[in-house]
């Protein structure tokens, strides 16, 4: 493990220098600085503009409702009052869902894709999964609505109720249409983003090290969890935050399959609403305030990804820190 | 389109209807238009394409009756005849009158006539505030462009071949109680009391009835709603209202979005919302002992559900169909819409109709356009030119016309009801009130 800090800071510093180098250099070509400096001001000023512009529209709604606004239990659309309590815990409860699927699976899948699968197959098994991604969202939806509906009604709830009685989580009405459909629908989503950034950094883990913890008589299990995986963790905690990401703000195929109710769920069977497929739903016929409130909705939402993100640089700078 | 033959027949009677209706007409109604679809070469029609959106109802109808138009057109106008519209965007009936006040649509289209004003609240007074001439209601004309009824779609899979035969009845008191979390089982003694027929009969040796059990199933009744803002939604909060009174007093702007209604604000905790008419089908498809309201024209599509009969104010329990929606829109025919001294039609409902043969849950939806489009500059992406008025004139005059060729014909193919005689009179009457520069338009 020694070896490899040294290398890696060495690295780095060498990095640093060059861009340092590169940035003092370059006199002869200004027009060139000055053509990077200006596209990359004008990715900054979009964003302080979009953020702005929501926040203008919201404006009306925060300064009338206030904190109610976050903290209501009710959501009314057209007449308010506009508590967003309810899409905030359904957010994070679906997003939460589907992570609890996806990254076990993900993770897995990224191993055996790399170790186990035979090497004719892995190019095809990668390519079965990114095909996963480029499916279109609605079409995720359709097949919720059609094929897992009458599984859930038919075999996953009446069997997850048969465990737990009317007990906390499962229980209440077996409707299909519920957040933990909205999850399960997600966490399919999410699976290709989980899967191929969790390969690629688990790819690069050096094969000294996994030879290493073989030549020390580990299985095969113990090499995946002590060796491959921790020296992996900060990719894969970054593929984990662009699948929670991409759970967050999901909207059509929620909105589809999570039932459009905005309430506190009582269970996981409970129906919901997101914050995004709220607004997805509503914005439509959105007139004066309930236009201002979608907006704040937007807010949050934006601030609950930022959040995300800003949480796993943070994790990823320790996991590095601690390595 | 396939249709039974008690459609068939339906639509035989609602056309006999229509004409023992026709003496009937609204007051002040002069012109009498007549889809008059011929263009000449200087009227420019050939390139035109005003853009035309809002209700989501009325997407079947707008869909099939624009290209039928530009055909008929080009059989009696040829080359001149236009040939460049665009489909209509079913972007929802607030959609369409937030379209035509900014002048994005030519043609908004809502379920709602802008300007309704309920318990005293205008509907629409987040989009007509200020004083300009696009916010002044008395600058638009109102078109009624299509009829058509709400149904009540269930899912009880266990009976549902018995159902086809003997379909559940069910009246405004449990449709609330339904929608208000008050009634959650189908057996609830409220329904079982409107439907004597679903019962199991036990008999004694004798073969005589000793006694009858509810057969209705101990299943949760799953209210499904319009998740989005919506027309059918109003139409159908528009009945519980007017039958309901007291229970169902709404404020501005739950008529659209209904769940601010049921129970206190709340809806059912088990209740499900779906997006559009095709998503409140699809939910109520997938989820037994669901209910939920869909235009007429979603029920004849997804025919493996059947609709509830509805008690109506006569007593009668009457399945939702073109006979009976036309009959509930004849009934008010001696009551038309009123316009006020600028034209403007608002606040027409016509749910809970006292005929026998009435379906009570219906409404018309309308075509909303700027009377005068001299100095708008653009309208709906063209040209505010009287050519281009002249257009979207003919195109909603055509729309009203019954007749082999009319708009009418193409809205019954699409499920939907013709307009009654007097409501057809009133359409023409509104388009004859469009004036290019305070000059009328001259159509005819």
């Not at chain 1, 600085?33 to 900054?44: D, E, I, N, S």
């Not at chain 1, 009338?64 to 976050?70: C, D, T, W």
């Not at chain 2, 499900?272 to 669901?290: F, I, R, S």
């Not at chain 2, 609709?307 to 104010?313: D, E, G, R, S, T």
Request: proline share 5%; hydrophobic share 45%.
């Amino acid at each position: 493990m020694n070896t490899l800090e040294t290398e890696e800071t060495e690295a780095s510093e060498t990095k640093s220098e060059v861009a340092e180098r590169i940035r003092l250099s370059a006199t002869s070509d200004r027009p060139y600085r000055w053509l990077l400096r200006g596209t990359a001001l004008f990715f900054g000023a979009v964003i302080v503009v979009f953020v702005w512009s929501v926040l203008h529209t919201a404006w009306p709604a925060i300064r009338q409702f206030g904190f109610h606004l976050v903290t209501g239990k009710t959501w009314v659309p057209g007449t308010g009052p506009y508590g967003a309590l309810p899409l905030l815990i359904d957010t994070v409860l679906t997003t939460l869902i589907a992570l609890l699927i996806a990254v076990p699976v993900g993770l897995s899948s990224a191993l055996a894709l790399l170790y186990l699968v035979p090497r004719k197959l892995r190019g095809f098994g990668a390519a079965l999964v990114e095909l996963l991604a480029a499916v279109p969202s609605v079409v995720y939806g359709l097949w919720g609505i059609w094929y897992l509906i009458p599984w859930m009604t038919k075999t996953l709830q009446p069997f997850l109720a048969s465990i737990t009685g009317s007990h906390w989580p499962f229980g209440g009405p077996q409707e299909g249409f519920s957040v933990l459909l909205a999850g399960i629908v997600l966490s399919i989503m999410i699976l290709p983003t989980i899967v191929a950034i969790s390969r690629d950094v688990i790819s690069v883990v050096p094969a000294d090290l996994v030879e290493g913890g073989l030549s020390l008589g580990a299985t095969r299990s113990q090499v995946f969890t002590r060796v491959v995986l921790p020296s992996a963790r900060t990719g894969i905690l970054g593929a984990i935050a662009l699948g929670a990401g991409r759970a967050l703000g999901e909207t059509i195929a929620v909105a589809m399959v999570i039932g459009s109710n905005a309430q506190i769920p009582h269970s996981l069977f409970s129906t919901g609403a997101t914050l995004a497929s709220t607004i997805a739903t509503e914005f439509g016929e959105a007139t004066g305030s309930t236009g201002s409130a979608l907006a704040a909705l937007a807010l949050m939402l934006m601030i609950i990804t930022a959040a995300v993100n800003a949480g796993a640089r943070m994790l990823t700078k320790k996991a590095k820190a601690g390595l | 389109m396939k249709m039974n033959l008690r459609g068939k027949l339906g639509v035989a009677l609602a056309t006999l209807g229509l004409l023992s209706t026709f003496a009937v007409s609204p007051a002040g109604a002069s012109a009498t238009l007549t889809g008059d679809l011929t263009f000449a070469s200087a009227d420019g029609a050939a390139s035109l394409n005003p853009a035309m959106g809002g209700s989501s109802f009325d997407e079947p109808f707008f869909n099939s009756a624009i290209p039928v138009f530009m055909s008929e057109a080009a059989k009696v106008s040829g080359s001149n005849a236009p040939s460049a519209i665009s489909l209509y965007s079913p972007t929802g009936s607030t959609a369409g009158k937030k379209g035509v006040v900014a002048g994005t649509y030519a043609v908004g289209a809502s379920d709602v006539p802008m300007g309704t004003v309920v318990n005293g609240t205008n509907l629409d007074s987040s989009i007509l505030t200020g004083t300009s001439p696009a916010t002044t209601l008395t600058n638009y004309v109102q078109v009624p462009v299509v009829l058509g009824g709400v149904g009540m779609m269930y899912n009880l899979p266990s009976l549902n071949a018995r159902f086809k035969k003997d379909p559940v009845v069910l009246n405004s008191t449990v449709l609330a109680g339904i929608y208000d979390g008050a009634i959650t089982k189908w057996n609830d003694p409220a329904i079982c009391h409107l439907n004597p027929k679903i019962v199991k009969l036990t008999k004694n040796k004798k073969g005589r009835i000793i006694r009858r059990t509810c057969e209705m199933p101990n299943l949760s009744v799953v209210p499904v709603y319009r998740a989005d803002g919506s027309g059918t939604s109003f139409i159908f909060m528009n009945y519980l209202n007017a039958t309901q009174g007291a229970n169902f007093k709404t404020s501005a702007g739950a008529e659209v979005y209904p769940s601010t209604t049921f129970n206190s604000g709340e809806v059912p905790s088990d209740g499900l919302g779906g997006q559009k008419n095709a998503g409140v089908a699809a939910d109520v498809e997938q989820t037994a002992g669901a209910i939920g309201y869909v235009e007429y024209s979603y029920i004849l599509l997804q025919h493996t559900l059947p609709a509830a009969l509805i008690v109506n104010a006569a007593g009668k329990d009457v399945p939702v169909n073109p006979t009976t929606v036309a009959a509930d829109a004849n009934s008010f025919s001696a009551t038309p819409p009123a316009e006020t001294s600028g034209g403007v039609v608002s606040n027409y409902s016509i749910v809970n109709g006292t005929g026998a043969g009435d379906y009570p849950i219906a409404g018309y939806s309308w075509a909303i356009v700027r009377e005068d489009w001299n100095g708008l500059g653009t309208v709906g992406g063209v040209t505010a030119s009287l050519n281009s008025e002249k257009l979207v004139a003919k195109f909603l005059d055509w729309c009203s016309q019954p007749g082999a060729q009319g708009g009418q014909t193409v809205a019954q193919q699409q499920g939907y009801v013709p307009l009654p005689a007097y409501v057809s009179a009133l359409a023409e009457h509104q388009i004859s009130l469009m004036t290019y520069n305070g000059v009328s338009l001259g159509l005819s």
